[in-house]
C-alpha cells in the first residue's frame, strides 16, 4: 500500500513538473472559447444588420401601402406584396443575402379602427361570416386608421445556447398605426 502511495506521488510530481506538451493542451482549451465568442460577435451582427433592413423595409412597405388603393379594400395583401418587394429590392445586397436565412418566416396582420377612439381602445373590425358560415376578414374599405403588426420569426445560422429565439424574435416585433390615403375622407374624431 505503502509502494502504491509513493509509485502515485513520484508519477503526479512528474506529470506537474513535464511541461512539455503545454502549448498543445492550452490551444485545445481555448480555440473553442475564442470560436464560441467569434461566432457570437457574428451572430449579433447579423441580428443588428438585419433589424436595420427589417426597419427599412417595412418602413418603405407602409409607406408605399398608404398610398395606394387597395382591390376590395385588402390592405393586407397589398401590404404583402409590397413588403416582399421591398425585401426583393435589398435581396441583390450581399450583406442583405447574409442576414436572411430560407426557413425564417414572416407574418403580417392588418387591423382596421373605425375612430380614434376605437383604436385606443382596441376595437378594431370583426370578421363577419358569410351565407355558408364562412368567417370573412374586415376590409379596409372605408377604414381610415390601420394598424400593422408584422412578425419575423428569426432562425440562427449557429445555434447559440444563450441566445434564446423567443427573446430574439421579439426584436424584430414591429407596430405602425397609419392613416389610409385613400380612405382619409372617412378619417372620424
Do not use: C
Amino acid at each position: 500500500m505503502l509502494e502504491d502511495n509513493i509509485f502515485m506521488n513520484v508519477t503526479l510530481n512528474h506529470f506537474w513538473k513535464n511541461k512539455k506538451g503545454v502549448s498543445s493542451i492550452e490551444f485545445t482549451l481555448t480555440i473553442g472559447v475564442f470560436l464560441f465568442v467569434v461566432f457570437l460577435i457574428l451572430e449579433l451582427a447579423r441580428i443588428v444588420l438585419l433589424s436595420a433592413y427589417w426597419d427599412l423595409a417595412i418602413a418603405e412597405g407602409v409607406r408605399i401601402t398608404k398610398n395606394q388603393k387597395a382591390v376590395n379594400g385588402n390592405y393586407e395583401e397589398l401590404f404583402k406584396k409590397n413588403l416582399i418587394e421591398q425585401r426583393n429590392k435589398y435581396e441583390n445586397y450581399t450583406l442583405a443575402y447574409l442576414a436572411e436565412s430560407s426557413d425564417s418566416k414572416i407574418e403580417v396582420k392588418v387591423e382596421y379602427a373605425d375612430t380614434l377612439n376605437d383604436l385606443i381602445n382596441g376595437n378594431f373590425r370583426q370578421p363577419t361570416k358569410d351565407k355558408n358560415g364562412n368567417l370573412i376578414s374586415p376590409t379596409g374599405k372605408e377604414a381610415s386608421i390601420a394598424s400593422y403588426t408584422v412578425n419575423y420569426n428569426y432562425k440562427f445560422l449557429l445555434p447559440l445556447p444563450m441566445l434564446a429565439e423567443n427573446w430574439v424574435n421579439t426584436l424584430f416585433q414591429r407596430k405602425i398605426l397609419i392613416v389610409q390615403e385613400y380612405e382619409r375622407t372617412e378619417y372620424k374624431y
